[in-house]
């Protein structure tokens, strides 16, 4: 298994709190992304990186925003929890980007916002 | 606008049947399509890709069809069995351009022993 890990695997915070999911790769992969999961809707991208300190937006950014200050890690904070943000977060690396090669996806996060 | 759609939403076949399950997408610069399995509580893994030099891929019981004149490809699960139960998800993306795929909303696929 590709060394991904996602901490904290299952998080309940009140609407309004700021909540930080991290991203772990032991694989020095160049890119990383952040997506979330709801039923009906399949998985949308929310962020990705595609290497420290370089950022873009993907379909479902707003109220999300990210930070890569060195290859390993990768956080996506919710600066201020609402409940439309109640759902299942992963994280994926890529080597070479998503359209070349295998994408690798942690165990998730579940995420309720009460 | 979604770029890539799936069906069906749901499938249940029986053990040893054939499994179905269809995209169509929307944009021709794609050029790079992965098909996602993932098993509940798990996050997805690369089941199998093709690329649209080829018309057709066949991993073990895994097969990919590819139409690029219908804008549409399908995989094949041949002899199903209960532990293929899982989702699926059906993705695209442009080698060249982007570095992320366009996912499809994905096929809860449930194989009766």
């Known amino acids: 298994d590709a060394g991904i890990t996602q901490s904290p695997r299952h998080k309940v915070t009140e609407t309004g709190t700021p909540v930080t999911l991290r991203c772990h790769q032991t694989e020095n992969h160049r890119y990383m992304y952040w997506y979330r999961q709801d039923p009906g809707h399949g998985l949308r991208l929310i962020h990705y990186s595609y290497g420290v300190k370089d950022t873009d937006k993907g379909e479902v950014s707003d109220g999300y925003s990210v930070s890569r200050s060195k290859t390993e890690d990768f956080l996506l904070t919710l600066e201020s929890a609402t409940s439309s943000q109640t759902s299942v977060y992963f994280c994926?690396?890529?080597?070479?980007?998503?359209?070349?090669?295998?994408?690798?996806f942690g165990q998730g996060t579940r995420l309720t916002v009460v | 606008q979604q770029q890539v759609k799936q069906s069906p939403q749901s499938l249940i076949v029986q053990k040893g049947g054939i499994s179905i399950m269809n995209c169509a997408y929307e944009n021709t610069a794609f050029d790079y399509f992965p098909w996602y399995q993932q098993f509940p509580g798990k996050g997805p893994a690369l089941l199998i890709a093709?690329?649209?030099?080829?018309s057709e891929k066949k991993e073990g019981r895994f097969t990919i069809s590819f139409n690029k004149s219908a804008k549409q490809f399908s995989l094949h699960i041949m002899d199903s069995q209960p532990g293929d139960s899982a989702t699926y998800f059906c993705a695209a993306g442009t080698q060249g351009g982007s570095e992320k795929l366009v996912f499809g909303k994905g096929m809860k696929l449930t194989v009766n022993p």
């Open positions: 093709i690329r649209p030099d080829v």
């Open positions: 994926a690396i890529s080597e070479g980007g998503q359209a070349r090669g295998e994408a690798f």
